[in-house]
């Protein structure tokens, strides 16, 4: 029998998802914890590795076992040995054709980024931080340029294991609400640190370090070098994962995190 879950995890309290021999995971958290509640070890298999401090709204794994619990007990049952910083939001009997990686046909991630003079310890890990004001306009005329399939090198890390650097990006959504401005990203999938580079050119474009068009550029050099450094983890949201409709996998529980309101049809502006 195939089991997916979907995880919620605080990235901030984990070195990433993939297990490690010296290093607190969220996979070896799980596993942990599924191998307390069945008495057996299960290997599960994840929608998408993500980094340290990157967290996890709308993570999926699967796994396949012999054992017989309903869906509450594996929710209930796993969640009984699992750290706060992480806990299992659904579980859901899939088909074998069913794969958490290959058979996700999309990915959305969120950035957070909080705009104010002063840092707030109260948004320590939840949100980036910038204390400089930031051109809106310029930064939605800047991420124009990325939307569509390309080889995205310039914001591929070294050390990212993709087998290839052509990515088809669907959407870049930019949001402002009060002192935060909230990012959406969509693609088909995405390089390693590859959000966290777009974030780090967005930024220099708001910031007016580079004209709107200086992003082709960045795209069109597919060299790492000519792009902005990596923008910090801290505000970075893996939220969703999406799947073919027959496999009828449910939502993310976005409702614990308060401004995932933003992405209702809200007016944009001040909260």
């Known amino acids: ?40 070890p299960l290997s599960t298999i994840v929608a998408g590795r993500t980094d340290t401090g990157v967290h996890g709204l709308g993570q999926v794994v699967h796994f396949d076992t012999d054992l017989d619990r309903t869906p509450f007990s594996w929710v209930r049952g796993t969640n009984a040995f699992l750290l706060s910083t992480v806990a299992v939001q659904w579980a859901k009997p899939m088909p074998e054709t069913f794969h958490a990686r290959f058979a996700a046909f999309e990915r959305t991630y969120y950035y957070v980024l909080y705009v104010n003079p002063v840092r707030s310890p109260m948004l320590a890990a939840r949100a980036g931080w910038i204390h400089t004001p930031l051109d809106v306009d310029a930064m939605r005329q800047a991420a124009a340029h990325l939307i ?89 949201y893996l939220a969703q994962v999406g799947y073919p409709d027959e496999f009828a996998v449910p939502a993310p529980h976005t409702a614990s995190v308060p401004w995932s309101v933003i992405w209702s049809d809200a007016p944009e502006g001040r909260a």
């Not at 088809?168 to 949001?175: A, F, K, N, V, W």
């Not at 935060?180 to 007016?208: D, E, P, Q, S, Y």
């Open 1 to 40: 029998m195939r089991i997916a879950l979907g995880i919620q995890y605080d990235g901030a309290a984990f070195c990433g998802w993939q297990s490690q021999p010296h290093g607190k995971t969220v996979q070896d958290a799980l596993e942990r914890a599924l191998r307390e509640f069945a008495t057996v």
């Open 148 to 236: 569509g399939e390309h080889d995205f090198s310039s914001f591929r890390s070294s050390e990212c294991q993709a087998k290839t650097p052509v990515k088809h990006l669907y959407q870049i959504d930019i949001r402002p609400q009060g002192d935060f401005i909230h990012f959406r990203f969509r693609a088909n999938a995405f390089l390693h640190h590859m959000v966290r580079n777009l974030m780090g050119c967005l930024v220099a474009v708001g910031r007016g370090r580079y004209p709107a068009a200086w992003m082709a550029e960045v795209l069109a050099g597919r060299d790492r070098t000519v792009a902005a450094p990596t923008f910090m983890p801290d505000g970075l």
